[in-house]
């Protein structure tokens, strides 16, 4: 077995004054292979180590630059000259179009190289067999203390030197770290060479096999071979040849109540209004009345069409007959239709349709009041005022 290489000598000091003093004496002393160790960033540290500016900064700029080349350059070939596009009258480079794209492109590579630069080249990470990692003094200097590693491959690296300038430093635990042994497995032998070309052409074999016979074997083809008809393509199973099928005549969906007066031309249907005459209410009702009623009946039922020369003008809903009509009479009209007036039943819902309902009420009311009820509105208007 060979011998176990070394890396350094590490100390440990107590506080961020210790140091900093330390790293400080360590450069005087000419040391150029060492570093320091803190559980937070030390504040004068970099001065107290003599450290140059970092060149980081030069891989951030290039890459930067890069970037904002790379967009300005790439969105005028793809809109000025591969697939012109004049939009809104912008000329074919449009650059304050293009400075968003530009800056985001700048700032990403930019930030991205910064890392990957820092940790890769700067930092040599990943780095799993750093001697330092899993040893005391680097625990140490994790939790609550400082420290100092001088490398052996230093020039002027001296096993005993370095310990009496540790130990003059006041420093503690002064101990050896040794490079780790580097286990060799060869795997370029017969055995392994002959594992490695069974296991390939297994992999192969089994990819080859599933994906080009198995998926065609029945009951593996059902993701293929559906019973099944395009949307608006013709069908083959149907004499009419039509692949879209009307439901069963008599199918109800779920949660729907069918009609059950649907067809009927009864005068007088027995239904009641379900709903609350609530402000709600009204104002559901008013809203589906104007946008469903109203181009025919008016704004306030009187039968002053909009589509005049069109179709003929519907009855005054403030007639005495409408005014006589039970609920059921007007919902019946909107469900099921009457005369040229076709069923609205699939463009309101039921709650819609009785809504409207009471909003035809509060029309009617309001337009037929009696004098008591006039002078009652206007005393509880005023009451409302004085409040």
């Known amino acids: 077995m060979s011998e176990r290489k070394l890396f350094g000598l590490t100390a440990l000091f107590q506080t961020p004054d210790e140091i900093i003093h330390a790293a400080a004496k360590v ?19 970099d001065a107290a180590m003599k450290l140059k500016p970092s060149n980081l900064g030069f891989v ?35 650059l304050p179009a ?10 990403l590579l ?18 799993n067999s750093q001697p330092l990692h899993d040893t005391p003094y680097m625990k140490a200097v994790s939790s609550d203390k400082y420290g100092v590693c001088i490398e052996a491959n230093d020039e002027l690296f001296d096993p005993e030197k370095v310990r009496n300038l540790f130990k003059e430093l006041n420093g ?12 060799t497995f060869k795997i370029f032998e017969p055995k392994y060479l002959t594992l490695l070309v069974v296991v390939a052409l297994l992999t192969s ?10 998926l065609y074997i029945t009951p593996f083809t059902w993701l293929m071979q559906q019973d099944r008809v395009n949307v608006q393509s013709r069908s083959t199973f149907y004499a009419d040849g039509f692949g879209m099928r009307n439901p069963v005549e008599g199918t109800v969906a779920r949660g729907f109540i069918p009609y059950e007066y649907k067809g009927l031309a009864a005068p007088v249907v027995p239904l009641s209004n379900p709903l609350m005459p609530s402000s709600e209410v009204l104002k559901l009702g008013k809203k589906r009345f104007l946008t469903f ?3 025919c009946h008016g704004n306030y039922g009187d039968g002053d069409s909009r589509l005049r020369g069109q179709f003929p ?17 007007i919902y019946h009209v909107i469900t099921n239709g009457q005369n040229i007036m076709p069923s609205y039943a699939s463009q309101l819902s039921r709650d819609e349709r009785w809504a409207i309902i009471h909003y035809i009420r509060a029309l009617q009311k309001a337009k037929n009041a009696s004098p008591s009820e006039i002078i009652e509105a206007k005393k509880e208007t005023s009451s409302n005022v004085a409040q």
């Not at 970037?67 to 449009?94: C, E, R, T, V």
């Open 293 to 295: 009623c109203s181009p």
């Open 313 to 329: 003008n519907p009855p005054s809903l403030h007639s005495e007959k409408v005014r006589g009509w039970q609920d059921g009479n």
């Open 110 to 127: 930019a930030t991205l190289a910064t890392v990957i630069g820092m940790l890769t080249f700067y930092f040599k990470f990943p780095n």
């Open 60 to 94: 951030t700029l290039i890459f930067g630059l890069f970037g904002a080349a790379f967009a300005l350059l790439f969105m005028y070939w793809a809109m000025s000259k591969d697939y012109p596009m004049i939009i809104g009258g912008k000329p074919f480079f449009a």
């Open 205 to 214: 074999a089994t990819t080859y096999l599933t994906l080009n016979k198995l």
């Open 27 to 45: 450069h005087e002393a000419g040391y150029k292979k060492y570093d320091v160790h803190t559980p937070y960033p030390v504040h004068g540290m």
């Open 172 to 183: 503690q635990n002064i101990s050896e770290v040794y490079f780790p042994i580097v286990e």
């Open 98 to 107: 293009f400075i968003p794209i530009t800056f985001e492109v700048t700032v």
